[in-house]
């Protein structure tokens, strides 16, 4: 096998690796939302966003390995720096969030709004960095079915989730005052 198979591979092992020191970070604060009054909104979908990143890892490894997927040395290194600038924005949306954070949909605006951050500038920076990253990783060695499958289905997804969340979101006076004159995803744009 291929030295950039093997590193791709052990690149998407990392990632999956951090989704799940995420989930464990997610649930610690979940249980400090509840306790001091939040509560969590019944999400059917949820298990949707978890198959969706799951199948992303997992369809590059085998789109590279089975498919034979070339790389390429130019695209590797803008689709790779793509990935770490999304995972420079995630990781800012959770230290600005602090214990609001988390990968399930609470009603927290009781406990505050959030708007400093990335979230001075849009409401679901999030979601933005995210989809960069589902997106620029299986690029990174040439896996573009599943780069684009993968952007189809998160679209899909992230609609549904967004439906739910703003719904929390916007019935709290206080967020709809603060955030609802700012774009969702991207400054400037939609």
Do not use: C
């Not at 970070?25 to 009054?37: A, D, P, T, Y």
Request: zero cysteines.
């Amino acid at each position: 096998m291929d030295v950039t198979v093997i590193a791709f591979l052990a690149l998407l092992v990392a990632v999956a690796a951090l989704r799940v020191v995420e989930l464990q970070i997610s649930r610690r604060h979940q249980v400090s939302m509840i306790e001091r009054g939040a509560s969590k909104v019944a999400e059917p979908r949820f298990g949707w966003m978890v198959a969706l990143h799951t199948a992303v890892l997992v369809g590059a490894g085998v789109e590279v390995v089975f498919l034979h997927r070339p790389f390429i040395p130019l695209l590797a290194a803008v689709m790779f720096t793509i990935f770490l600038a999304a995972n420079a924005v995630r990781w800012w949306v959770i230290r600005t969030l602090g214990e609001h954070w988390n990968v399930q949909v609470v009603d927290s605006t009781r406990l505050g709004v959030i708007v400093t951050g990335p979230f001075r500038f849009v409401r679901h920076p999030n979601y933005a960095a995210v989809f960069a990253e589902m997106l620029a990783l299986p690029l990174i060695h040439t896996a573009w079915i599943t780069a684009l499958a993968g952007s189809v289905a998160h679209v899909v997804v992230l609609a549904q989730r967004l439906s739910t969340e703003e719904r929390v979101l916007f019935a709290d006076p206080g967020y709809r005052s603060a955030m609802s004159g700012k774009p969702r995803f991207l400054p400037g744009l939609f």
